[in-house]
């Protein structure tokens, strides 16, 4: 087999990686208006802003006061990181995580499509039932599915054991601004206060999550 050579360059573009990411968030902070975001969650807003390509996206996110340093020290201390999609833990980078941390999707567990089915509901949400014995002090990252933030939801209220951080980022146009407005009540709806960051209305995914799983499991930009 031959060795791969470049084609001749046919472009002006910045190709070295380290610049890219230099220049990206150099962009990120001259467009966006981060006056809104704690200070303490900046590089966090930057992340997931890169993360979508979209600079408005600061003026629709939810911080709460405590996740970047909740998050943070859970991750240290070694705590799982449960994702409702693979795609959410693909995306996390592992040189990154304090403790070689435990990223956990049970989206493939075989008892989850028959949960689904008995209990009528996405197989997403089925799967977040299987997060209870690991939940206690978990970061938890939905990026996918809104019933999965629901259920989640409603695992807290029923009594389950609380994580220690919670990015609820689902994506879509039935249930997502609910779901995630609903993250944004829960304290003074039902009195469970866990740190969290969302993004009201309908944007979210994967890559905006993970990126913010990337910020909060490490300092460094």
Not at 22 to 34: N, P
Not at 71 to 79: K, S
Request: negative net charge.
């Amino acid at each position: 087999m031959s060795e791969p050579t470049r084609p001749p360059r046919a472009y002006d573009y910045i190709d070295r990686g380290a610049a890219i990411y230099v220049d990206s968030f150099a962009t990120i902070r001259a467009e966006a208006d981060l006056s809104r975001i704690p200070a303490e969650a900046e590089k966090l807003a930057v992340r997931m802003i890169h993360g979508s390509g979209q600079v408005d996206l600061a003026d629709d996110m939810v911080v709460h006061p405590d996740l970047v340093r909740s998050a943070r020290t859970a991750l240290e201390g070694g705590a799982p990181i449960l994702c409702d999609a693979t795609m959410v833990a693909t995306g996390v980078t592992r040189s990154r995580l304090p403790r070689d941390n435990e990223v956990l999707c049970l989206l493939n567990d075989p008892r989850v499509p028959g949960l689904a089915t008995e209990w009528a509901t996405t197989r997403t949400a089925a799967a977040v039932s299987l997060w209870a014995s690991r939940l206690a002090g978990a970061v938890v990252a939905i990026g996918n599915a809104p019933t999965a933030l629901f259920h989640l939801m409603e695992m807290l209220i029923a009594g389950a054991p609380r994580p220690a951080a919670i990015v609820g980022c689902p994506v879509g146009f039935i249930g997502a601004a609910e779901s995630k407005q609903a993250l944004v009540d829960l304290s003074r709806d039902h009195g469970i206060d866990i740190p969290f960051v969302t993004v009201t209305g309908r944007r979210g995914g994967s890559a905006m999550t993970s990126s913010a799983l990337n910020a909060l499991a490490q300092e460094q930009e």
